[in-house]
């Protein structure tokens, strides 16, 4: 009996000195583990957080939409750029109230929207939507040059049969036609040939006829 004792106050004995040489290490490491955890937790629940306030100012933009209240739904906006703009909310909710200032004749305001949204966004689809609609814009305003070059940044191929579309528009209505034939051109090989979009740029090839 008396071996055994020997041999657990030995052990012991090494135990004291492991965690006299190491035991800070120890410590450290299990305190680092413990912040850690608590970071990761805490970083969610902000952003949980922020998500939630954030979706409320968005829902106030859609319910002022549906209202075509643009007032309401452009203080709504400038909070939720102002506090969560890096929420996804936030450039959704600029592509909502862009579209509200272009139907209320707002079109400079509508561009802001749109510029932001394209500059804020992390979701690529949502970044195309957003160029595409202000060359839209700048389109409607007949400022062709500027259209343009926004059709020109670089954008998924997903989305090159529908911006060589509209790229042809843009020069059929500046008078560049040869250009614009090729830009249709583009347009019918990219797209599906299910989609209206496909009759469409069709239907405008053909109405430019042979080059001229």
């Avoid at 909070?79 to 079109?107: C, H, I, N, Q």
Wanted: net charge negative; with cysteine.
């Amino acid at each position: 009996m008396a071996v055994y004792d020997l041999e657990e106050q030995d052990q012991l004995e090494d135990l004291k000195s492991w965690w006299k040489q190491w035991g800070n290490y120890v410590t450290a490491i299990v305190l680092a583990l413990c912040v850690g955890i608590v970071g990761v937790q805490g970083w969610r629940w902000w952003q949980h957080s922020e998500a939630e306030q954030a979706s409320v100012l968005y829902a106030a933009i859609s319910t002022a939409s549906r209202e075509n209240d643009a007032a309401k739904a452009k203080d709504a906006m400038a909070e939720l750029a102002a506090k969560y703009a890096g929420t996804a909310y936030a450039p959704r909710g600029a592509m909502v109230v862009a579209k509200l200032l272009f139907d209320s004749g707002d079109k400079a305001g509508a561009k802001t929207q749109l510029q932001w949204a394209i500059e804020k966004t992390d979701d690529d689809a949502l970044r195309e939507i957003a160029r595409y609609r202000l060359a839209e814009v700048q389109f409607d305003e007949q400022l062709y040059d500027d259209a343009l070059r926004t059709l020109d940044a670089k954008h998924d191929p997903a989305f090159a049969g529908v911006y060589a579309d509209l790229r042809g528009d843009v020069l059929a209505a500046a008078g560049r036609r040869d250009e614009a034939r090729i830009a249709y051109q583009t347009a019918v090989a990219k797209l599906d040939a299910k989609s209206p979009y496909h009759a469409y740029a069709q239907v405008k090839l053909d109405a430019l006829g042979g080059p001229t």
